[in-house]
């Protein structure tokens, strides 16, 4: 079957490299990030990705305007979830059928209890802790998104730079209060609770910065405020302690939990500055961009591609079987990370357009500057 | 006129100087000792002019006067200030007898060449003394062939003569003198060379890709000790001499991005403009802002003059580096007075 797609519309490039340094962090994060490069990836990575959501998300006017965005997203964000997460329950329970067990819900169909414990995985755990079928645990991103879309198009009743400065100022409390009872490790929908409170002051950070961008900006992208945001979060680090923690589990890992949490945004607003300066000498058809455009096939896959190389580790006989069962296993990875992190990355990329090669045809509409002479030619007629 | 790209250059080669010498935070990419010396040769040799005609023989002894003069004096200045008990550690010049006063004479016309330890307020003075020698070996080589092209042969030569020799560090001596020397004379090589490449080749060696090969290059290096260079004691390894000549062209590629964005009126640009002062007096502030630590009880006096940064300065890191930065850079731009920024006629042809 052949879809067809009408040109996109123009990106803004700093976006496309801040997704870019996003997913390749994300790649890293999960394997191994070298230590001369950057922050560590679990100081800021998911962080990065709800500020970027925010900073493009509009809040919509009226109860139905709101409730047909929501409708919408639903489908582009929980339907594809949940289109994937079924594939990806197949793979999980055909992989434990050959040995290699993959989650922690694998699905069963044994007894009642079985099914019950399988279906409640299936659609309750994306929103708790999302890591119910191990390859696709990354995902766990997209129904988190559309939470923070609903408290978002909730809280931002209609509109405007007042409106979002004072949701702003009223998350960071609540947000704070939340962590702390996030150090607490729930495992629950509690979880859920925490988790969407962090990631939508982070989403709201992303949406005022771009409602005050041609304020900000003089702030935001001058080179000292890149010194400055830097020698903050070395100061940060060595005097309140952790700033690493894992976004998905809700717990920030230091009592002084303004601490991950400050230093986070302020790694963001670097990248954010860095992208904006590399946007300027990118080519168009650079692979940075190519990368920051193709974020969401490399979030879904990239854990299967690294089961990938070392299933083929193992076929030559360096990786022992059992370890096949271990999604965060690598071989000798201070090594050989770029054999798992180039693939992980070039994979999902190579296969969407040869897909899209097959199955999409660009519809391309004579543009206005186009077709003004010939309408011209018409009126003349 | 000077290139907006070699300034962002220096500032970036003394911040990376001075951290190396007091403290390095701790998300700040490589080690800035391992490649921060280096980086300083190569941005020398990116501004090497070739001396013309019959001048070309005082100019190059201008060079190499004018620059161990000046450290030889901030030398003796130095020792005399630890004599007076101001100043940590180092040797202490004596002149109570006529060898005493042999010896201090010997610690301040040796220590700039490297063949005496430096006294601990001016422990880069062998950088200055190496910068004009390196520079007068290059421009008198070019003098002679008639242009630069011996630029990328001379640092070839010299980085094969040091891997093979792969001094492990002499502390001080004949031999140290020789590896510090050959060392910047290579990476001022290169620098002549780079600056002097054509467009393409500039645009290939800044490209994405070719920063993210170089940065696999260095890490896949890193675990052959490539980052753990010693070049203040002469320890090189052929490792560290390819890491170093990878991580320097990555800093190139990377000023000259920096270089489009900073502002003619940047920090970055007036530390460049300000090196030798930077690189001359950054000890001395740091060691008065330990003092003033030590005198407040935030330090212990023992973390005063010692060679390796106490653990409790990591806690003031930015007290210390900000001024040892700063106050060089401004007491030089005041003593030379205000002055138009030097890039004016590149920005408006």
Redesign the interface.
Known sequence: MTAFRTPAAPRLLHVDVMLAFGIVMVVMGHRYQ??????PAYTFHMALFFFVSGYLASIKVGLREKGRFLAHKARSQLLFYFRWNAFFAALTFLLAVAGIRLGYAIPAVGSWADVAESGRAFLVVPFTDGHHYHLYAAAWFIPQLWLVHVVFQTVCFRPGRLVAGVALAAAVPVTLFLLEEGLQSYEDLRLTGVRTALAFLFFLAGHTVRLWEDRLAKVLLA??FLVVA??A???I???FGNIRYNFVLGNVNNVRVWVPVTASLLIVLIVFQLSH??A???DDR???LVVGRSTQDILVWHFTVFLGVNVVLWALGLVPFEKLSDNWYAWEK??TW?LYEVPAIAVPILVRRWWDRRTIQVVTEPTRARRAPAERKAAQR | VRHRHVETMWGLAVVALVMAATYQPAFLLYPAQAFSAALVFFVAGCELAMPVGRQAPTTLARLVVVAYGGTALASAGAGLLVRAGLAPGGPTPSFASGEAALGAARVILLSPLGLEQAPALFPAAWVLVAIALARAVLAGAAAVAGSFGVAGAGFLGALAALAAAEPQGAGSGGQLFVARTAFAVAFCALGRFVHGVGEPTRRRLRAPVSLALGFVAVDALASSGGLRSLVDAGALGPASLLTMTLVVLMASAVASYAAEVVPTRSALLALGRTWVAVIAGHAAVAFLVELALVRAGALPGAALGSAVPAPELNRFWLICVVPALAVPAILARAAAGVRPPTNVAQEEP
């Open positions: 070298p230590p001369y490069l950057f922050f080179p000292w830097f020698a979060v070395n100061v680090a060595i005097n300066h590399a300027r000498f990118l650079s692979w940075v201070e090594r770029l």
